[in-house]
């Protein structure tokens, strides 16, 4: 196995180009241990409507999801691109991207001095960071992501289960982001982490559901009693996870502030069955 010389990803030994940057020379074959990863140096700043500081050192880059970034200094340079070396990789990725929800492009940001650059998300909310291991994975809702070292990999990860696919919050698809290297996501209002123990449940209404290890299992279940369905408020299902691993709330979805500043909506958190029912086909939180 190779490693790139320019963002330490892995490369097959007979590929050409290296998956994540797209670097066509300078792999590292040397060795099956890659090259050490130059710790990042960030700061989250703010409350509810929070921004990643990133200081990058020479040689040092990001890439993030297009429209992300507030600001950066003169010595960072960008570049827009499709992610991959080949024009198939390229619109596989693409394709990928759409599934997701994301933009087709990724914007990508490299210190050719030392300098700094701002991210923040497109919604009131907070900003979670992961460092993560070599081969280390955690996964996170659709449109969650928001920038990451090129060193990690960012892919479709399908829910295991139909009825999570159907009934969950974030529908069949969640995004994979595997290590090494640092990784920072957004989510609406405010985060309750959870580290649950082996056998450990966790319920909790769909859609809220911002981030969890790939240890933990996760499924839907159905509220319970038909009246609890109709009247509740909470919707018809749950969302269930169980440990062990690290899972992340948020207090506020996409699908609740559209609700809240519709001029038509009811207020509150009310659902109702017929609602309900939509949400099953149509929630793209």
Request: proline share 5%; hydrophobic share 35%.
């Amino acid at each position: 196995m190779a490693y790139c010389s320019r963002c330490g990803g892995m490369v097959a030994d007979e590929a050409r180009f290296c998956p994540q940057c797209g670097n066509p020379s300078g792999m590292d074959v040397g060795g099956a241990t890659p090259p050490p990863l130059q710790p990042l140096e960030y700061k989250i700043q703010g409350d509810n409507l929070q921004v990643v500081r990133v200081k990058l050192q020479p040689g040092q880059e990001l890439y993030a999801e297009a429209g992300k970034m507030l600001y950066k200094t003169p010595s960072i340079h960008w570049e827009t691109r499709m992610s991959g070396g080949t024009i198939g990789q390229k619109l596989w990725g693409a394709l990928k991207r759409t599934v997701m929800g994301e933009s087709l492009f990724l914007t990508y940001f490299r210190a050719m001095q030392a300098g700094e650059v701002g991210f923040a998300g497109s919604y009131p909310g907070r900003i979670q960071n992961f460092d993560l291991q070599n081969g280390q994975s955690v996964l996170v809702q659709r449109d969650s992501f928001l920038a990451a070292q090129t060193t990690v990999q960012l892919n479709i990860a399908f829910t295991k289960k139909l009825g999570a696919g159907f009934f969950g919050g974030e529908g069949f698809i969640l995004e994979r982001l595997t290590g090494p290297g640092t990784v920072f996501i957004h989510g609406g209002g405010d985060f309750v982490d959870f580290q649950l123990g082996p056998g450990e449940t966790l319920q909790v209404d769909t859609g809220c559901v911002v981030a969890f290890e790939e240890s933990v299992t996760y499924d839907i279940q159905f509220v319970g009693g038909i009246k609890t369905a109709i009247f509740g408020g909470e919707g018809l299902f749950l969302a269930t996870l169980t440990g062990p691993g690290r899972v992340i709330v948020q207090s506020m979805t996409l699908s609740k502030l559209r609700r809240e500043l519709a001029p038509s909506g009811t207020g509150g958190d009310e659902h109702s069955l017929l609602g309900g029912v939509g949400d099953f086909f149509g929630s793209d939180d």
